[in-house]
């Protein structure tokens, strides 16, 4: 996804469908639109609040979220002028009053309700709202569930450690074949335990149940972790798409956001498969039930594997080049501040002369970076510009230019992607490439914004076994 000024995808996401075209809206500001899920542009939203929620209802949009009042327009682009404050709050645990990571669900019988979440532990509300008038409630708030501590994965804390601690929020309420499916988060959007389940009932008043297959969404290893806080959406496929918050390593709060179809099981039981790998787009393949694409990554942990003949152009103390392929987002590679064309050399096949040598066909490459400030900003803060680079720099927040070449023998070197021209504003990047079979892979960097040092994250090739060397050939550089 682009980034802009005034605009950072930095999670609690509501993603709707209005003729043809899909609007996005996270902490962060601004809205994002796309006709594929995949092509994504960013414009600009006033009043955009903490966690923003959309709906449409009875030809307008409403817009709410956390500390904001109700917000009214005629386009999912606005411009949104509030509406007032709601004119019904509820007493919640600790006192709190007011809603938020709300979620107003508009029913078949286009009668309207609020679901929204206590304090801590206290878990998720609902209530009808009046249909003349969205700020008041048509009726009393009705408590649907609270924090289950034999629930392990809605504890608080990385292991989920604190038996009585917890954030129970995020609500999302989808209907399906009859079926109401409750979304929620747990634990908190700090932790890597970060995740998502969800209850059903047969009214959008309850009573729920606790559906036997959750967690929902979660993962606490790799790159995609912290997986909540999100909302369902119709792709055009005519599937259902999840899209969730990612919580990252470091800092605490930092994040990012993901998106995998949705399936449901001949018990009407729904299931996500969180993924870090390739996936199929949306009317890319004609059945998506079969998986993925089948590519793997390839350059993981192959710094610091024996015999391997990787290497970088530079690295700076505590910034080792080998954390630029451990699959962590916790950790970065930073060359040199005197390297002004840095270079990353991975061998995918580091083989003995006892060992066969495997060759991958590669064929699609992802690129973290940190974007200037640590990790492109935690909860409810927005991106930053780099700001006051030279006209001959990259002008954009997170415009990275590099070059990704292939090779077979370590010495001749041919281009498989050529992004030196690129000017387009991502810190989180993916893109595909022509497969090309190869045994040694090199990322270059050739302009990015100067105003901080230059960290990457991680660096990902994706390819799928094929052919090999027989062994004791000779090792060549």
Known sequence: MVTAP?????????????????????????AWISEDLLHWSFQHVA??????????????????????????????????????????????????????????????????YLYYPGRGIDGIYVVP??????????GPPRHLFAFNRNHVWERYGEMNEYTDVAWIEGPWMQKYHGTYYLQYSGSGTQWKTYASGYYTAKSPLGPFTYASNNPLLRRTDGLVTGTAHGSIVEGPDGNLWQFYTVVLSNPP?????????????????????????????????????????????????????????SQSSSQNPGRDAAYAVDNSSGTWWEP??????????????????????????????????????????????????????????????????????????????????????????????FEEIPPVKCRFVRLSLTNWPRATPLGIIEFTVFGKPAGSLPAAQPILR
């Open 6 to 30: 005034g605009g950072n995808a930095s999670g609690d996401i509501t993603v709707i469908r209005e003729q043809g075209k899909y609007y996005m809206y996270c902490t962060g500001g601004g």
């Open 336 to 429: 040199a501040p005197t390297d002004t064309q840095p270079t990353l050399t991975i061998e995918l096949s580091p083989a003995t002369r006892f060992d066969a040598v495997q060759l991958f066909p590669i064929d699609s490459v992802r690129l973290m970076f940190t974007g200037g400030r640590g990790f492109g900003g935690g909860r409810g803060r927005g991106g930053q510009g780099a700001g006051g680079t030279p006209a001959t720099e990259p002008s954009a927040l997170n415009v990275y230019q590099y070059r990704i070449e292939a090779s077979l023998d370590g010495q001749t070197y041919t281009t498989a992607l050529d992004q030196t021209r690129n000017a387009i504003s991502r810190h989180t990047i």
């Open 47 to 112: 009043n955009v609040p903490v966690a923003p929620h959309v709906v449409k209802y009875n030809g307008s949009f409403y817009m709410c979220g956390n500390s904001s009042p109700l917000f009214k327009a005629d386009s999912p682009l606005g411009p949104f002028t509030s509406i007032g404050p709601w004119k019904d709050t509820p007493d919640v645990a600790g006192g709190w009053r007011g809603p938020f990571d709300m979620d107003i669900y508009i029913d078949d019988d286009n009668k309207p």
């Open 253 to 309: 709060g930092g994040r990012r956001i993901g998106m995998d179809r949705i399936t449901f099981d001949k018990d009407g039981q729904l299931a996500v498969k969180v993924t870090d790998t390739p996936q199929w787009a949306p009317n890319t393949v004609s059945d998506p039930t079969k998986g993925d694409s089948g590519s793997v990554p390839v350059t993981i942990g192959k710094l610091r594997a024996m015999n391997a003949l």
């Open 129 to 138: 709202l009046d249909p003349n008038d969205l700020t008041r409630f048509a």
